[in-house]
Nanobody
Framework: QVQLVESGGGLAQAGGSLRLSCAAS????????IAWFRQAPGKEREGFSC??????TYADSVKGRFTISRDNTKNMVYLQMNSLKPEDTARYYC????????????????????WGQGTQVTVSS
């Protein structure tokens, strides 16, 4: 029973910060890439950050503002979001990469086989 549960979303002001958490269970957490996706109303779901081992990968839209990290002893992935912008408003999801052998991060939705329920982030201007 693979399970991913996001938490930490809420309302923030532009320029503010939020810290999201993703709690994982039901698989050997250490070996899998975990990614963060987000989806705003009327838009496609987009990946913007992923982590395999220790160093994160970021889309240009969040680079320099967001930081992904993981704690393999706790089966947790975190997303520190700073300098938030109204365009960051979306529902945020963590997801597990399907394959154990590929350490490369990518944002192909169909290559992630388990997803959390999402947590809403709203940034006011």
């Amino acid at each position: 029973q693979v399970q991913l549960v996001e938490s930490g979303g809420g309302l923030a002001q532009a320029g503010g910060s939020l810290r999201l958490s993703c709690a994982a269970s039901g698989f050997t957490f250490l070996y899998y890439t975990i990614a963060w996706f987000r989806q705003a109303p009327g838009k496609e779901r987009e990946g913007f950050s992923c982590i395999h081992s220790s160093d994160g990968t970021y889309a240009d839209s969040v680079k320099g503002r967001f930081t992904i990290s993981r704690d393999n002893t706790k089966n947790m992935v975190y997303l520190q979001m700073n300098s938030l912008k109204p365009e960051d408003t979306a529902r945020y999801y963590c997801a597990k990469f399907r394959y154990i052998a590929d350490s490369r991060c990518n944002f192909r939705t169909y290559e992630y086989d388990y997803w959390g329920q999402g947590t809403q982030v709203t940034v006011s201007s």
